[in-house]
């Protein structure tokens, strides 16, 4: 146990409003460890909710689509967002002078009038950017003092339980969403989820002013690894001198093992930032589904995650050891990532092939990040335990920042969303109006079209093309088309012939009774004269015997090829930009977004070897040894003081 500094009781400042002069007991413990885990989901959730109603449904209701924004344009606005929590996580280290409950009370009741009024009232784009960059400002200070208060209110032996709780924060934030989202209507304005929220955040809000409290600096200033611990800590809290612990507080915190390890965790968490700002505009554009169901898929994540942090964050306390189960977490979040984005390539993957995908991932995150955070904070009271809200700024900076560049990137690797989101709805709805010209495309290879599409008049590409439309190889398509068009008027006369009529020419081409008969029949359906007649007669005899079994065959299958190029030609031309677009960017969109989660493997293996800075036993047999070595040193001081 360390107690830097000393003075006496008499020179120590009086006690504020919400500071406790004495470690708190039982329920009053767990009522401020409860508000102060409420508070986080909320904020977590207010923060959150954007990425749920970006692209909205078909095109309508929602951010992008309402404010006509591109998702560079939010993305950019996103980034803002974790710049300022960035800078604000690094300047609230003040939390170790000026406390943390304020900081957490006022963050709530701003975050939810921005929630209510702030964004509902945003009538452009610049104006959301304004709010959600200020939200994002406050989110950053807040997630400074909730994880310090935690820390304050909880001995190293039972620290990965209790960070197992406070990580629910972002976990649960994120469920909370899903769940809200996707159990309202498509058609709810999604200014209403924020109104839904910014009175939520009031509530918590009022419950914080009313009940939260914390320790006063001379106690939270100390170590203390169990709660035999108290009485110790409360005697000592006399002599602590507070402004000697707090000198140069960031010169103390900016050491290899505090910066590398926020990095580490920073990297590591790339895929659950991509789960919670992209997710749902990946599922809707890339797979179609609905923004309830992309939200509803978030239900299995978040709530796996959460019972994992919980029961991982138990077990790490009950035997005593926080590395090995971050190796853990590491390995199999780097096995089911590696999985998942495989599945980006694969449209027919099933909606309950990625619930279990993506709850398996869930539960290794939550593996490897409760026994984290406990980890980090023993690491950061090993330099000094009065500055453990500073320590938490600089993770705070650190992993604003990862996060930061990791979603600047996604425009410039994922080039696809803005049209899937800004001109996919078109599309499909110019899919269906030339449903039947598109199928004919389809067959047709692209090279031919652009042939086409270039000198429509191109025999040879037009040739090509009804040869891939209907499969009959290219030389009969051209010998029914040069039939077609030097004898049109001896074709049109054997169509009109009957069938036995002319079979029996076919037979005997000098059968006059036949050949009577054939005329009569091309006089009655064409409607010529008997001469014009027997002048096509004729001219029909002359046609080789095989060509006109071929024109028989294939003609009308070419026929209606060529009518279906002809419709496939008169498609607009704006349209036909607007399909190829769209065509375009879902068929490059998937290896794209395929490409950006190797970027999230990457901060998963690079996780493993810096958790090897981090403070702690491996051998759950050691860690108990120098439990029982401090807690021998704990009972000697007691007794010295009782003596």
């Not at 090829?561 to 008169?570: D, V």
């Amino acid at each position: 146990m360390s107690a830097p500094g000393s003075q006496s009781a008499a020179n120590a400042r009086p006690l504020r409003r919400t500071e406790l002069g004495a470690y708190p007991s039982g329920g009053r413990r767990y009522l401020c460890l409860g508000i102060v885990v409420l508070a986080t989901i909320v904020l977590y959730y207010q923060f959150y909710l954007a990425g749920a109603v970006a692209a909205g449904t078909g095109g309508k209701n929602g951010i992008l689509v309402d404010y006509n924004m591109s998702f560079v344009y939010y993305v950019n606005i996103a980034v803002v967002g974790y710049i300022l929590g960035a800078v604000a996580s690094f300047v609230s280290g003040f939390a170790d002078k000026v406390g943390r409950v304020n900081i957490i009370t006022g963050g709530l009741i701003v975050v939810a009038l921005l929630c209510l009024v702030g964004i509902p009232l945003a009538d452009s784009k610049v104006g959301f950017a304004l709010v959600f960059g200020a939200i994002g400002l406050v989110e950053g200070i807040i997630l400074v003092a909730t994880p310090a208060l935690i820390r304050d209110f909880s001995p190293q032996l039972g620290r990965a339980s209790a960070m197992g709780f406070w990580t629910l924060g972002p976990v649960v934030g994120s469920l909370v969403v899903s769940i809200q989202v996707s159990s309202t209507s498509t058609s709810t304005p999604w200014h209403n989820q924020y109104v839904a929220a910014g009175i939520v955040g009031l509530v918590v809000a009022a419950l914080s002013f009313l009940f939260l409290r914390e320790l006063s600096p001379q106690l939270r200033d100390q170590v203390m690894v169990s709660a035999s611990e108290r009485a110790l800590v409360e005697a000592r809290a006399a002599g602590i001198n507070v402004e000697e612990a707090l000198k140069k507080p960031f010169r103390q915190m900016l050491k290899p093992d505090i910066v590398l390890s926020a990095f580490a965790i920073s990297v590591f968490l790339i895929i659950y930032y991509i789960a919670v700002g992209f997710f749902p505009v990946y599922f809707q554009t890339i797979f179609g589904y609905s923004q309830d169901k992309a939200n509803a898929l978030g239900n299995w994540i978040w709530a796996f995650d959460a019972g994992a942090l919980l029961v991982i964050g138990y077990l790490s306390d009950k035997i005593r050891v926080r590395k090995p189960f971050m190796v853990v977490g590491a390995i199999g979040a780097i096995v089911m990532t590696v999985i998942f984005a495989t599945r980006a390539t694969h449209p027919e993957t099933s909606y309950t092939s990625f619930v279990i995908i993506l709850s398996l991932l869930a539960v290794f995150l939550g593996v490897a990040y409760a026994p984290w955070m406990a980890s980090f904070t023993e690491t950061v009271e090993k330099r000094n335990p009065a500055l453990t809200a500073t320590g938490l700024a600089v993770w705070g900076l650190v992993i604003r920042i990862v996060i930061a560049v990791s979603v600047f990137i996604v425009p410039h690797i994922v080039t696809t969303v803005s049209t899937l989101v800004e001109k996919g709805p078109v599309a499909q709805g110019l899919a269906a109006k030339y449903s039947a010209e598109l199928a004919t495309a389809a067959k047709v290879d692209p090279a031919t079209q652009a042939a086409l599409t270039k000198n429509p008049g191109d025999q040879s590409a037009g040739v090509k093309a009804l040869s891939e439309i209907t499969g009959i190889k290219q030389s009969d398509v051209a010998t029914v088309a040069v039939l077609s068009a030097t004898q049109g008027p001896a074709l049109q006369a054997a169509q009109a012939l009957d069938s036995k009529t002319a079979a029996a020419l076919l037979a005997n081409p000098n059968d006059t009774a036949a050949a009577a008969t054939a005329v009569g029949e091309i006089t009655t359906k064409l409607k010529i004269s008997q001469s014009e007649a027997v002048t096509r007669l004729q001219a029909l005899g002359k046609i080789p015997t095989a060509q006109l079994l071929l024109v028989s065959q294939d003609g009308p299958k070419i026929q209606a090829a060529t009518a279906q190029l002809t419709a496939l030609g008169k498609i607009p031309a704006s349209d036909t930009k607007i399909l190829k677009q769209a065509q375009k960017a879902a068929h490059d969109s998937p290896k794209q977004w395929r490409n950006y989660y190797w970027i999230a493997v990457g901060g998963e293996v690079v996780f493993i070897p810096l958790i090897f800075l981090l403070t702690g036993a491996w051998s759950p047999k050691r860690a108990k040894r120098e439990e029982q070595e401090h807690e021998a040193m704990v009972q000697a001081e007691l007794a010295k003081l009782r003596g």
